[in-house]
């Protein structure tokens, strides 16, 4: 698929609503790099089968998409922004919109300038402190 156009059903199946499948499986099926390849390792997926488990309440887990598709409120609806590019280059762009629903502002700057703990998508604690 790499260098296709992308449509709605790239990633949404055309006759059935699966955001399971949207929200990770479409995703990793394009996607061949480092950190997305380590996302199935991470906690954050951790998080993402314990949401579908039953073991967590609705919303709690963490997929590709919950980070680089972030939902917003536009008129009082809350809405998937489907622009990924938002909160991609530079991934600084991601704290306000994503990493602060649930990690303060330390903890998110200091993660994501730490380049190996991004390439192994956020499996462990960040290895220096930005002040």
């Known amino acids: 698929m790499h260098g296709e156009e992308l449509t709605c059903n790239t990633c949404h199946k055309p006759h059935e609503q699966d955001l399971k499948f949207a929200a990770v499986d ?7 790099d480092d950190h ?3 996302y199935k390792d991470s906690p954050h997926f951790n998080l993402w089968t314990d949401e579908l488990a ?3 309440p609705p919303g709690s887990g963490v997929t590709c998409a919950t980070c680089h598709m972030p939902q917003v409120v536009k008129g009082g609806e809350v809405i998937t922004n489907h622009n990924q590019n938002d ?3 530079p991934n600084e762009k991601m704290i306000r919109a994503t990493c602060m629903s649930c990690h303060g502002l330390g903890f998110a700057i200091d993660a ?3 380049p190996e703990l991004v390439t192994n998508n956020f499996s462990g604690q960040p290895t220096r402190h930005i002040e």
Not at 26 to 31: D, K
Request: aromatic share 0%.
């Open 36 to 38: 997305s390849n380590a």
């Open 54 to 56: 039953g073991l967590l």
């Open 112 to 114: 994501l300038a730490d």
């Open 26 to 32: 479409a995703c990793l099926s394009c996607h061949n």
């Open 87 to 89: 909160t991609l280059r």
